[in-house]
């Protein structure tokens, strides 16, 4: 393992042909005139795709999906049209103005397909892209309220979660929701990182087990539509596969 990445995923890293190096894992750069003792030489230095490994390390991608790829993905009739709108953003990225919402029942593959999203966009575009499952989160952030040093990497993870390229909220709704205090509170975070994204005019991907009418009534109006704004849906359908 290097970092939290399995040989599996590093092989497959590996495997995959970069167009700058030819897979040696390094280039030859021509130092600067009067930049150095090195002046006008020619070094070897590290290539961009070794720092891949870096983004993928902390991409928070579940090592049992580390593999996921177009190249292995299994299509069939119920997950056509959600991949195709993964393979469309990643193609056309970032001439894409639309974020991307899957839903579908529980075992149908959302995770399986955003973690293919995260990983193939990593690989071609070379930014901080990230996912997180939504209850977990939420219970974090909770968890930091009384808890100093718990506040303190939370803010530091929701940081880094504000500042990628590509954001990915897994099972947005799974998490309880309460018709109170708690509740507007988990709605208020929500609403805070979809602000946030829409403002920067950076990206989204969210996965869901809930209809949009099953999210307006557990999220309120101001965050479906602004979930509506942001995304092109596509559903996942079929039995669990689990
Ligand atoms: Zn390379």
Not at 30 to 57: F, H, M, N, Q
Not at 97 to 105: A, Q, V
């Amino acid at each position: 393992m290097k970092g939290n990445l399995t040989q599996e995923t590093l092989e497959l890293i590996y495997s995959r042909n970069c167009n700058i190096c030819g897979n040696v894992g390094y280039k030859i750069k021509k130092i600067p005139p009067d930049e150095t003792y090195l002046s006008g030489r020619e070094v070897a230095v590290e290539c961009e795709c070794r720092e891949l490994l870096g983004l993928y390390s902390k991409s928070g991608v579940e090592i049992r999906y580390q593999n996921c790829c177009f190249d292995n993905y299994v299509i069939d009739e119920n997950n056509k049209g959600a991949i195709e709108l993964i393979k469309n953003f990643v193609t056309k990225y970032p001439d894409v103005n639309k974020s991307i919402l899957i839903n579908g029942p529980v075992g149908t593959g959302k995770t399986w397909s955003v973690s293919t999203l995260v990983n193939e966009f990593i690989w071609n575009h070379k930014k901080q892209t990230k996912i997180i499952n939504v209850p977990i989160l939420l219970d974090k952030i909770r968890g930091g309220i009384n808890n100093k040093q718990q506040y303190k990497e939370v803010n530091e993870e929701i940081t880094e979660l504000l500042n990628c390229e590509l954001l990915v909220l897994d099972d947005l709704g799974a998490e309880r929701m309460l018709d109170d205090a708690k509740g507007d509170w988990i709605r208020e975070r929500i609403y805070i990182l979809l602000e946030d994204r829409w403002s920067k005019q950076r990206y989204l991907a969210i996965t869901t087990n809930c209809t949009g009418e099953q999210i307006s009534e557990k999220y309120g109006q101001r965050i479906t539509d602004r979930i509506m704004g942001l995304c092109s849906g596509e559903s996942l359908l079929g039995e669990s596969k689990r």
